[in-house]
C-alpha cells in the first residue's frame, strides 16, 4: 500500500527532525557523502551527529558502487549505526555498511539513516496508523 509507505517516510523525516537538519545535494561540493558512480546520485541531510541520506539509481541498468563520507564536515560514521528503516512496499530494514560496495536496481533508490548507537526507530502499527518511539536497533 502505497499510502502506508509514504506514510512512513513522513515518520522517519519527523524523527529525524529534519526542519533543522542542513542539506547537501547531490551537485553540491559541500556534500560529504561520495560515491563512485555517476548514474548513482546521493544527497543528503544532516542533524547534528546523524545523517539521512537518498542514494538513487538512474540508470537503465543495475548499479554498482562504493560509498564513503569525506571529512569535509569533521563528520564520521565511526561508531554509530547505519542502516535502512523499513518502508512498506519500497525497502526492508537492513543494516548498511560504509565502504562496502552497494547496488540498486534500474531506476530504483535507498533511504539510509547513520545515527548514534543505541538510537533508531521503531515502527509500531495501531489501526493502521504507524508511530514512531525511540528504540534500540
Do not use: H
Amino acid at each position: 500500500n502505497t499510502s502506508i509507505g509514504l506514510s512512513k517516510v513522513y515518520k522517519i523525516l519527523d524523527e529525524f527532525d529534519i526542519g533543522k537538519a542542513e542539506f547537501y545535494g547531490y551537485w553540491d561540493d559541500k556534500n560529504p557523502f561520495v560515491v563512485d558512480n555517476n548514474k548513482v546520485k546521493c544527497s543528503c541531510y544532516k542533524n547534528g551527529e546523524d545523517m539521512l541520506v537518498v542514494a538513487y539509481n538512474f540508470s537503465e541498468k543495475k548499479a554498482r558502487f562504493d560509498m564513503g563520507i569525506e571529512t569535509k564536515l569533521g563528520y564520521t560514521s565511526v561508531g554509530k549505526k547505519v542502516y535502512s528503516p523499513r518502508i512498506p512496499g519500497e525497502q526492508r530494514f537492513k543494516l548498511i555498511k560504509i565502504g562496502k560496495p552497494r547496488k540498486l536496481k534500474a531506476n530504483t533508490g535507498i533511504l539510509f539513516v547513520i545515527s548514534k548507537k543505541g538510537k533508531g526507530l521503531r515502527i509500531k502499527k495501531l489501526d493502521n496508523k504507524f508511530f514512531i518511539r525511540d528504540a534500540e536497533v
